[in-house]
C-alpha cells in the first residue's frame, strides 16, 4: 500500500526557511520520480521542484536559487529546504510519486501541508 505522507510546513515571515518532508511507505523512493507541486487559493497546481531515480533534479524559475529539493534514502524521505520565502510562496504543499513519468502525470500524492508567509 502506497502512502506520502508531508509535513514540516507552517508560518514564517518573508526571507525565513522552512523544511518540507514526505515519508514515503510502500516503495523506495530512490526508484521513483518524485516532486513536490503547490498550489495557492484560486490558482492552478504548480511543479516546483522535481527530482528522478538518478539524482537529477528540475526546479520552477520562480524557485530556482532559494529551494532545494533531495531525497533521504536512510529515512525513505523526500525532502524541500524553502530559503528566502516570499509571501507568492504561501500555498499548499504536496508531494507526488511515480516509478516511470509519462506525460507529466504522478501516480500517487500526499495529503498536502500549509506553508504561510507573510
Known amino acids: 500500500h502506497v502512502q506520502l505522507v508531508e509535513s514540516g510546513g507552517g508560518s514564517v515571515q518573508a526571507g525565513g526557511s522552512l523544511r518540507l518532508a514526505c515519508a514515503a511507505y510502500?516503495?523506495?523512493?530512490?526508484?521513483?520520480?518524485m516532486a513536490w507541486f503547490r498550489q495557492a487559493p484560486g490558482k492552478e497546481r504548480e511543479a516546483v521542484a522535481e527530482?528522478?531515480?538518478?539524482?537529477?533534479?528540475n526546479y520552477a524559475n520562480s524557485v530556482k536559487g532559494r529551494f532545494t529539493v533531495s531525497k533521504g534514502s536512510a529515512q525513505n524521505t523526500l525532502f524541500l529546504q524553502m530559503n528566502n520565502l516570499k509571501p507568492e510562496d504561501t500555498a499548499m504543499y504536496f508531494c507526488?510519486?511515480?516509478?516511470?513519468?509519462?506525460?507529466?502525470?504522478?501516480?500517487?500524492w500526499g495529503q498536502g501541508t500549509q506553508v504561510t508567509v507573510s
Open positions: 507526488a510519486a511515480v516509478q516511470v513519468l509519462i506525460g507529466g502525470e504522478y501516480q500517487y
Open positions: 510502500g516503495f523506495v523512493v530512490d526508484d521513483y520520480v
Open positions: 527530482i528522478n531515480g538518478y539524482g537529477q533534479f
